[in-house]
């Protein structure tokens, strides 16, 4: 390798991605984050993590977690993430997470944690929480930092959390001394914001999987045309771009932009319109699904074992620093 490739590869910006597994990845999930991630993994140092741990902050069924983890990270590959390029494990094979997570509960406050809009949501209603929905964004915090991340891709829901993030590094490092990267924040292109198909006020989540607005990546193509078809639009029987007068339209537009690259499209109808969507999706969707048909379990498990190995030094590394600098005996590691 030249010095000049070597020099290219050590300043690659480190970019940080996590996926929960608390549902089938959706739509909004592969045309947001997936496949961005996949084009730009030659350009950038990725990391991503199904992070497992996150999933426990709620009533869960642990058979189905552990499914939905491998899953996931079959869907990953499938779209073209490269393990050969791309660091991807399960957050828990790493026991560092879980370390580091304590340490920077040391340094962040108890109202800062509540403040968090997940909490007060949920800790509002009638319903129990657990304490870790409570203290799960300083997980968060850990998951970044733990890898000298430089850039976090995050929706709007997420930014409050890379904030805190940013915080406790800064808190850490001024106490402490210099430890932490503190990261910046990646604003995601406009599918972001793709929405659910039968209520498009509601962004499209793997949380709300029961509505028929939501797509998922293994969904077939017969059910993806049954569910495009039947989106709501409006009585203006008018294809334009307008977020505030007409959502279900936008939202239409918007994925087929998404799916095509291509933002001029003149459609005359909505059934023309959604017509095309359909053709969109499912023609993003079916090579994913014929490369996920060929993984097998074994194949998908030894990419996440190697994936834990290789990050594994780093996040040693991180820990270790960190608990030096705020005071810990580290002879043991």
Known sequence: MTATATTATLTRTRRLTGLKPTGHLQLGNLLAAILPLANTQYEHDSVVMIVDLHALTVEHDPRRVRELTLEQAAVMLAAGVDPGRT?????????????????????????????????????????PVRLSLLTYPVLMAADILLHDTDEVPVGDDQSQHLELARDVAYRFNTRYGHTFTVPKVVNPPFAARIMDLSDPSMKMGKSNQVTAGVISVLDPPDMVRRKVMRAVTDNRAVVRHDRERQPGVTNLLEILAACTGDHSFELG??????????DAVIAVLEPIQRNYARLTPAEVEQ???????????????????????????????
Not at 305 to 322: N, Q, S
């Open 269 to 278: 109808s909505y059934g023309a319109l959604k017509s095309a969507v359909a």
């Open 87 to 127: 660091t991807l494990y399960v957050q828990s094979h790493l026991s560092e997470h879980a370390q580091l997570h304590y340490l920077l509960e040391c340094t962040t406050g108890y109202g800062e944690a509540r403040r968090m809009i997940q909490f007060r949501e949920k800790s509002s209603g009638p319903d």
């Open 303 to 333: 990419v996440l074992r190697d994936g834990a190995a290789k990050a594994r030094p780093r996040a040693a590394a991180t820990l270790r620093r960190a608990s030096e600098a705020i005071g810990l005996v580290t002879a043991a590691y």
